[in-house]
């Protein structure tokens, strides 16, 4: 906050002599040289460019028992600042915190990256991803702060499960068993998990935001793969509607959801809990019915308004107002592909882009109204 607006507050008669006063003294105290914190940015991203640019000229002729060494001792290095000093530095700046971790985060994940190039070795990508997990979500969940490990955890288990995924796939021998098909589509969903138990942490923790950020990271994962259902039901790319195995497998992925739903509905009492809850519940029986009305128009796209709805009005309840937001200019999205779904043929002709034309400017301001209209005034934190 500039000290000019405090003036022009000051000056309209929004706040008085004293209370002025009190804000430019606290935006002093807290102030932040964002010029100088570039200055020192840029100098120590030309340091860090001019040591890769060293060692990438020179890399075949280090050894490479050499370079997996240093590579451990860095990550040994940053694990013994971050035990040794976290709460010292966690006082002066939790994002200090937050950058040391992602960046041992990411230290580990490309750890394995360099042991198959230095030993010319090869395996499924699911498996060093599984042990990288195995070696730092234990670290990331203890010591996160914010939305970047939150985002490196998560994003990390959705890469792991559906790597694993498409490893043990093979529809090249006649496609994989029925039971094969729920297991897969019960690890595939499984990154859900992180909801409940996300929302269970984030009045028992002192990082209640990195928790915030991790249910809000699961609830996005449910109700993408959600709407992605029905708009591969639109577009027939299932190949085969009805009650078979592989709708099943679509029923145990939604199952889950439905399960990481209640969970934090129990886990965290209140209207923003169970909005929350609703949700990821509400993703989860999308994912059968999506897969039962495949190559269908109609039926999906009713599916995904059912689904944004639903969030539009657990948004109304729980008063997110940038949730509430997003669900009108999503519905409004889908109802302007959905229109040229039904009446293709019009594009074909100059009237009918002008009628489609007028159709977007409607809908676009049809949600706009209804976005300013109804939208909640407060917005809580999800």
Not at 236 to 259: H, P, R
Not at 273 to 283: C, F, L, R, T
Request: with cysteine.
């Amino acid at each position: 906050m500039s000290a000019r607006k405090i003036a022009e507050w000051h000056d309209a008669g929004l706040i008085d002599t004293a209370t002025r006063d009190r804000l430019v003294a606290y935006e002093a105290d807290h102030a932040r040289p964002l010029l100088l914190w570039a200055v020192f940015g840029i100098g120590a991203l030309a340091i860090g460019l001019g040591l890769v640019s060293v060692v990438a000229a020179n890399w075949e002729d280090i050894p490479g028992l050499l370079r997996l060494t240093i590579h451990l001792a860095l990550i040994a290095g940053l694990l013994a600042v971050l035990f040794a000093r976290e709460e010292r530095l966690a006082e002066k700046s939790p994002w200090a915190i937050e950058a040391l971790v992602f960046t041992l985060a990411a230290l580990g994940l490309t750890f394995f990256g360099h042991i198959g190039q230095v030993y010319q070795t090869s395996s499924p990508l699911w498996q060093p991803l599984a042990v990288w997990l195995a070696l730092f979500a234990p670290l990331l969940l203890l010591t996160g702060r914010s939305w970047p490990t939150a985002l490196a955890l998560m994003g990390g288990a959705v890469w792991c499960a559906w790597e694993y995924a498409g490893a043990m796939t093979d529809y090249g021998n006649g496609g994989p068993g029925l039971g094969l098909l729920l297991w897969l589509a019960f690890v595939t969903a499984l990154p859900v998990a992180f909801a409940p138990l996300a929302a269970w942490m984030r009045a028992r923790s002192a990082r209640p935001d990195f928790w915030r950020r991790l249910e809000q990271l699961a609830l996005a994962y449910a109700v993408a793969g959600a709407s992605l259902a029905t708009a591969l039901a639109a577009v027939g790319a299932f190949g085969d509607g009805g009650l078979t195995k592989e709708w099943a497998s679509m029923a145990t992925s939604g199952a889950v959801a439905l399960a990481a739903g209640l969970g934090v509905v129990l886990a965290r009492p209140g209207t923003s809990g169970a909005m929350a809850g609703a949700i990821i519940a509400g993703a989860g029986l999308v994912l059968p019915l999506a897969y039962a009305a495949d190559n269908l128009t109609l039926p999906p796209a009713l599916l995904f308004f059912a689904l944004w709805g639903g969030i539009g009005a657990a948004a109304l309840a729980a008063h997110w107002r940038g949730v509430f937001q997003l669900s009108v200019g999503v519905i409004a999205l889908r109802l302007i592909i959905l229109s040229f779904e039904l009446a293709g043929d019009l594009l074909m002709s100059g009237f009918g882009l002008i009628l489609s034309g007028v159709m977007i400017l409607g809908v676009a301001w049809g949600a706009v109204r209804v976005s300013k209209t109804f939208a909640p005034v407060k917005e809580d934190a999800a």
